[in-house]
């Protein structure tokens, strides 16, 4: 890529890369590596009621808030989109969002895929809708039980949860299959790239 064209990929930033897909399949760990290989890109952390976990921190991991804090927020229309999952409130915060695209970057929301369809639907024209699946269910399995942190009732309700969020996977544009992690990696940016194109040749027209 030359200078110029990477320069006009900044001047037009204000893309959202969504990145969903069911729990267990590695989306944390791939936007941190999308992080680390696009300093044009940023990520705008979620609010969630659940309580932190050991060594997580509130404006690191998520933006931590009690039931009535969450309300008060969305009282105020202060989410672009909110969903309960598994008995908790997440959501993402507009301020954040803004001040992402306000700095001309490029904004990954790593959210479920019920929050990914509420935001396509109000900004379909700044989403890159990328859907991230594990090899085989089984693998998906594996994955959830394997963090240990679970107990059976929860792990039954994520897997339900993830089998509803596969038939959803057509609405998203693209499908990337985390198997390796340097791969994965190397195809979103691929796609984003892509996408930064066409998003700037749409402003220039």
Not at 121 to 130: A, P, T, Y
Not at 134 to 153: C, F, H, Q, V, Y
Request: proline fraction near 2%; charge should be negative.
């Amino acid at each position: 890529m030359t200078a110029e064209e990477r320069n006009q990929e900044k001047r037009a930033g204000g893309l959202l890369i969504i990145i969903s897909g069911p729990s267990g399949v590695g989306k944390g760990t791939i936007c941190n590596e999308l992080l680390k290989r696009d300093k044009d890109l940023a990520l705008s952390i979620s609010a969630t009621t659940r309580k932190p976990g050991p060594g997580e921190a509130f404006g690191r991991e998520y933006y931590f808030y009690s039931d009535e804090e969450f309300q008060e927020i969305l009282d105020k229309d202060g989410f672009l989109e909110w969903a309960e999952v598994h008995g908790r409130y997440y959501g993402t915060l507009k301020s954040r969002v803004q001040e992402i695209m306000d700095t001309g970057k490029d904004c990954i929301l790593e959210i479920d895929v019920q929050g990914g369809l509420q935001v396509y639907q109000k900004m379909r024209n700044s989403c890159v809708m990328i859907f991230v699946k594990a090899p085989s269910e089984e693998e998906m399995l594996r994955r959830i039980t394997g963090r240990n942190r679970e107990k059976p009732e929860e792990i039954k309700r994520r897997m339900q949860t993830a089998r509803w969020e596969m038939t959803q996977e057509d609405k998203y544009q693209y499908t990337v299959i985390n198997d390796q992690l340097d791969e994965v990696v190397e195809n979103i940016l691929a796609i984003i790239r892509e996408e930064r194109k066409e998003h700037a040749s749409a402003i220039n027209r």
